[in-house]
């Protein structure tokens, strides 16, 4: 179904996450001419992040907080064919660390006669639901995730075979991390597996990281804390997925450790901030990774996995590819873990000396650390890392990912403080701003794109961006690489040199990211608006102290001079061809005209 | 194990000297090696580590109930006192 250029049926596009699409109607010669074809508005304002699906002629629409869904008829967008508006507890706004997001829906194709193909949503107060596809009616809505304790759900939920996974956000309150798959059919809970504490919790067995002893295998939940700390612990999982279904394996990252003040847990603090492989249905962990933060307290976290197969040194290889908040850019065996390449995004990152390939470690370089009494200075990456939730993609005739990067350093001073089930658990004051490269007199210059080989270890091309690139790319066989901006620009470069070929403006920042469908021979190309997120922080909740929203609100202090919030999608497509360009009576409540003679 | 003895010669903690595979944390200089009665102790209260734990079992088996019904009448009851 994926490879269906009529579908757009989960998040990445298909199980790869490479958001690569092979559709070239669209492409170097003519982009110039891409025009808006329809637009929609989800009548919400915050952070829209993540991107639509398309299944058999009908657009699904995800929104922020209170995560209303959407379905669109393609062949007349005008009308809304259903509409799924929760009711949630309000309180879920307040246990939110970075903007009421939501980073998309899911799709499961009925296999039987008796369940009706099925729209997954995950909602900020913790519900899962599945939907009726055809009617938008609830089929079932569970728990998974308890506001009283802080634990909320921004993740896009991701089908696999007859389970829905579902991820877990609050580690900025203590929340001890899990993900759990679902059968689509009865809702039955099919595995729970946790980011910290004893193994069978974990999910680690006899053969974890058995070609990888040295990444550590039994009993490191438990070890590498101090006393229980591991129950608040942190490792929740709010990014991506990708699977192979010839491993069966899932892949994703389990966040940060808390709280952000490290000397309140002592520790490697496993398995949070690892690359981790599960087994699709047993949530067994095959080989995890630990990522390892730096000496200043900068964590991984679960951002993108791209999957790709590359030779690499001469031997044909099944890769996982991870762009981290901590600078660097791992890419593995899928198949056993193997550390294959680890470079920095960015040559400025100054938490780690360099990365020592042979045991397969960066080395820490502390004198940018960060401990109890001591404000550590000039960090890179920031907190916000030099990659973040951006939904990156890879081009496998080019052998390049395209990498949406942040360029923001920061000044981190932790304190002390109490757990209290249901409040913020971070325990770090931070200011942030641009990093070298950028203008730091007038905070500007956070972001960059580049394309980067996975072979080579080296960016064949990098541009500088106003703001940070949060949202992400897609790139397609038309040579085009597409991502949008926080300063509400839709931008399309030149693949194989960068160049600039063609923006658009839209009515607000962008923080999801681009994807592409065909329909009636027309390929279009569908992008949310609404600027938000943690960058978004400070224009969302009106914040003027530089060091509250964690920190951003100082670095992006320049963003509302050129957007304000919004919400909705943009569909463009060549010369803004569409359903009412073709036919402008169409979705008419009337074409008789009656006149008085006159 | 190469891991262990990667690098010599760094006095602080740079997460390569490891005490067994996948455990290379050290204290950096001047910070003690267990936090519990330092001046860096949290002091964590165990009824609020518990809290978390609590409220999942609490859900799975609401949802358990929910999930069980479902199947045996074919229609989804939220409510669980309705089941």
């Known amino acids: ?306 999957l790709s197969d590359q030779k690499i040194d001469g031997k044909d290889l099944k890769l996982v590819t991870h762009p981290d908040r901590n600078g660097i850019i791992y890419t593995l065996n899928r198949v056993n873990g193997d550390l294959v390449r680890a470079d920095f995004l960015d040559d400025t990152v100054n938490v780690w000396t360099h990365v020592d390939m042979r045991p397969g470690i960066p080395v820490r370089n502390p004198e940018y650390g960060t401990r109890m009494d001591h404000k550590g200075k000039d960090i890179c990456p920031s907190a916000m890392g030099y990659h973040d939730q951006a939904h990156d993609s890879y081009d496998p005739e080019r052998g390049l990912f395209y990498l949406a990067i942040n360029h923001i350093c920061m000044d981190w001073e932790p304190f002390m403080l109490p757990y209290r089930a249901g409040q913020f658990f971070v325990g770090a004051t931070l200011s942030m701003y641009p990093g070298p490269k950028g203008d730091r007199a007038n905070y500007l210059g956070l972001g960059q794109v580049k394309a980067y080989s996975a072979v080579t270890g080296k960016y064949k091309w990098s541009v500088m961006e106003r703001f940070a690139a949060w949202g992400g790319t897609m790139a397609t066989k038309g040579g085009l690489v597409f991502y949008p901006t926080l300063d509400g620009y839709f931008k399309a470069r030149n693949a194989d040199t960068g160049e600039l070929l063609w923006k658009f403006k839209m009515p607000s920042g962008g923080i999801g990211y681009p994807m592409t469908y065909e329909h009636n021979g027309t390929q279009y190309i569908g992008i949310y608006y609404g600027v938000g997120g943690w960058p978004g922080v400070g224009l969302v909740f009106d914040l003027q102290d530089p060091t509250a929203g964690l920190g951003a609100v100082g670095a992006f202090r320049n963003l509302q001079n050129w957007t304000q919030m919004g919400g909705g999608l943009l569909v463009f497509s060549l010369d803004g061809k569409g359903p009412y360009s073709e036919d402008v009576n169409l979705d008419e409540y009337s074409t008789e005209i009656t006149t008085d003679g006159t | 194990m190469a891991l262990a003895f990667a690098a010599g010669g760094a006095l602080a903690y740079d997460g390569t000297k ?40 609490e859900m799975e088996a609401r949802n358990a109930k929910r999930s069980a019904n479902f199947k045996k009448t074919g229609k989804w009851v939220y409510d669980v006192s309705k089941i």
């Open chain 1, 1 to 306: 179904m994926a490879k269906d250029p009529e579908n757009y049926a989960m998040p990445g596009l298909d199980y790869t996450a490479d958001n690569y699409s092979t559709m070239d109607q669209i492409n170097t010669g003519n982009v110039k001419d891409l025009r808006v074809a329809w637009s929609f508005s989800t009548g919400l304002l915050n952070g829209h992040e993540g991107t639509p699906l398309v299944i058999d002629g009908v657009m699904y629409i995800n929104s922020s907080f209170p995560n209303n869904v959407y379905a669109l008829d393609l062949n007349n967008p005008g009308k809304i064919k259903w509409q799924y508006k929760p009711k949630q507890d309000p309180a879920a706004r307040a246990v939110a660390c970075c903007d009421l997001v939501n980073r998309g829906l899911a799709y499961w194709p009925s296999d039987d006669s008796k369940t009706p193909d099925l729209i997954l949503s995950n909602q900020l107060d913790g519900h899962v639901v599945a939907l009726n596809a055809e009617t938008g009616e609830e089929y079932w809505k569970v728990e998974n995730s308890d506001i009283k304790v802080g634990s909320t759900l921004t993740v896009a939920p991701y089908v696999v075979k007859d389970t829905v996974l579902v991820g877990s956000s609050g580690a900025e309150l203590g929340v001890r991390g899990y993900t759990t798959a679902y059968n689509v059919k009865t809702a039955e809970q099919v595995w729970r597996k946790y980011a910290t504490g004893p193994d069978d919790e974990v999910g680690i067995g006899d053969d974890f990281n058995e070609a990888n002893p040295q990444y550590g295998q039994k009993g490191l939940g438990l070890a590498t804390w101090e006393g229980d700390a591991w129950k608040i612990g942190g490792g929740t999982n709010w990014g991506w997925y990708a699977y192979d279904p010839s491993l069966d394996l899932v892949y994703y990252g389990s966040g940060n450790p808390r709280p952000w003040n490290e000397t309140m847990r002592p520790g490697d603090n496993k398995w949070t901030m690892t690359i981790m492989a599960r087994n699709a249905d047993t949530g067994n962990l095959k080989w995890g990774y630990q990522k390892r933060r730096t000496t200043s307290g900068i964590m991984p976290a679960s951002t993108v996995m791209m």
């Open chain 2, 18 to 57: 490891c005490k067994a595979p996948g455990n290379c944390w050290e204290p950096k200089p001047g910070y003690p090696e267990k936090v519990k009665g330092s001046k860096y102790d949290p002091k964590h209260d165990p009824k609020e580590l518990a809290k978390q734990g609590n409220s999942i079992k």
